[in-house]
């Protein structure tokens, strides 16, 4: 049976490194960089929402039916936990993650981390700069044992995405290094610049 698609942004961090809240910094292509990636996610058609606990993200898609925005409760501690909210426990789905920190991503750089997960579609696929992990841009199957062991780590109070990832099948998808610049401090922004 073939999994069902889905799409959530991750865009409930508090920006402390960078000082501002990234999801609504400017983008070159114009918008903010949360509607900017909202914007390159609609070719693909597949159901989408928005994971955050920033109210202005929310009034940001308000308006846009085909968004579901999904409110954090507290506590909130990081993205693995954002996650625990948002991966169902069926295991006929599985969940696109995008983090709203990389401005230069494409729908085409995703097409490709799909189409990878397509070929091993029980394994997580991770994005991979050449140089690293980018954990936080992938596709993640649904049900067990992804749902199990990541609630089974949180129960345990253990917040490391990179921990979570080593208890389950995953695969890396080398993707081009420039789309998947994940701006978190100054130089990281400097480095958007033309």
Known sequence: MARRLRICVLSGGQSRRLGQDKALLPH????????????????L??????????????????????????????????????????????????????????PLITTAVVQQLIAAWRQKPLHVAVAHDGSRLQPLLCVIPSGPPFQTELLEQLDAGRLRWLDWLERVPFQTVALPPEALLNANGPEDLAALKP
């Open 45 to 102: 058609a597949l159901p989408l929402q928005l994971l955050t606990r920033h109210q202005a993200h929310a009034d940001l898609l308000s308006d846009d039916p085909a968004i579901e925005v999904l409110m954090e409760p507290p506590p909130c501690n990081g993205p693995l936990q954002a996650l625990g909210r948002v991966l169902p426990a069926d295991s006929d789905q599985a969940l696109l993650v995008l983090p709203v920190d990389m």
């Open 28 to 43: 070159p292509e114009g918008g903010v960089w949360l509607t900017a990636l909202v914007e390159q996610m609609r070719p």
